[in-house]
């Protein structure tokens, strides 16, 4: 296959996304965030614990900063490893003013103050971060994940999950290659 061909067909990959959901709607979203091809920049893992460096210190800071940026959002539980992060996402939609303007491209729709704002922005940041800081031109995988939390059950196992991940690095799927 040609380079254009390629570059074609990787624009119009299937969505991981649910079909007809609304992802600014107020609930709770899991999320992972994965390096580009799973660099450990962030830090390492040592005796089942994160030791950031300055990137990583850098990424927990800016993960806090989403709600001064996001004014409609609460985060819960979050873990910056040292290629990905993991973090719970509150959206409450309630007495929101939206100031952002909708940012459309013929690949990708961007809903102001939904969640893939939400992750875009945090990319964003974090990459700028790196190109003033380090010679690192590109800091994320393209895309993100993100599961729609919908029970309490979920929601503390999701918790769990996250606050165990460094303990258990070495089983972790996204762990350096």
């Given at each position: 296959?040609?380079?254009?061909?390629?570059?074609?067909?990787?624009?119009?990959?299937?969505?991981?996304?649910?079909?007809?959901?609304?992802y600014a709607?107020?609930?709770?979203?899991?999320?992972?965030?994965?390096?580009?091809?799973?660099?450990?920049?962030?830090?390492?893992?040592?005796?089942?614990?994160?030791?950031?460096?300055?990137?990583?210190?850098?990424?927990?800071?800016?993960?806090?900063?989403?709600?001064?940026?996001?004014?409609?959002?609460?985060?819960?539980?979050?873990?910056?490893?040292?290629?990905?992060?993991?973090?719970?996402?509150?959206?409450?939609?309630?007495?929101?003013?939206?100031?952002?303007?909708?940012?459309?491209?013929?690949?990708?729709?961007?809903?102001?103050?939904?969640?893939?704002?939400?992750?875009?922005?945090?990319?964003?940041?974090?990459?700028?971060?790196?190109?003033?800081?380090?010679?690192?031109?590109?800091?994320?995988?393209?895309?993100?994940?993100?599961?729609?939390?919908?029970?309490?059950?979920?929601?503390?196992?999701?918790?769990?999950?996250i606050m165990?991940?460094?303990?258990?690095?070495?089983?972790?799927?996204?762990?350096?290659?």
């Amino acid at each position: 296959m040609d380079a254009v061909s390629n570059t074609l067909n990787i624009h119009h990959r299937r969505s991981i996304r649910l079909q007809m959901y609304d992802y600014a709607q107020a609930g709770a979203y899991f999320v992972t965030v994965v390096t580009q091809d799973r660099s450990c920049l962030f830090g390492e893992i040592v005796d089942g614990a994160v030791d950031f460096n300055g990137a990583g210190k850098y990424v927990q800071s800016c993960w806090m900063e989403i709600p001064s940026h996001f004014p409609h959002v609460a985060l819960d539980e979050f873990v910056a490893m040292p290629n990905h992060v993991h973090g719970i996402i509150w959206i409450n939609n309630v007495g929101v003013q939206n100031f952002e303007p909708l940012r459309e491209n013929r690949y990708q729709h961007i809903i102001p103050r939904s969640i893939g704002s939400i992750v875009r922005g945090f990319k964003i940041g974090v990459t700028k971060w790196f190109k003033t800081n380090t010679r690192i031109p590109v800091v994320w995988q393209r895309n993100y994940y993100e599961r729609v939390i919908r029970d309490d059950d979920e929601l503390h196992a999701l918790r769990e999950y996250i606050m165990n991940n460094p303990a258990k690095w070495q089983e972790d799927e996204y762990r350096c290659l």
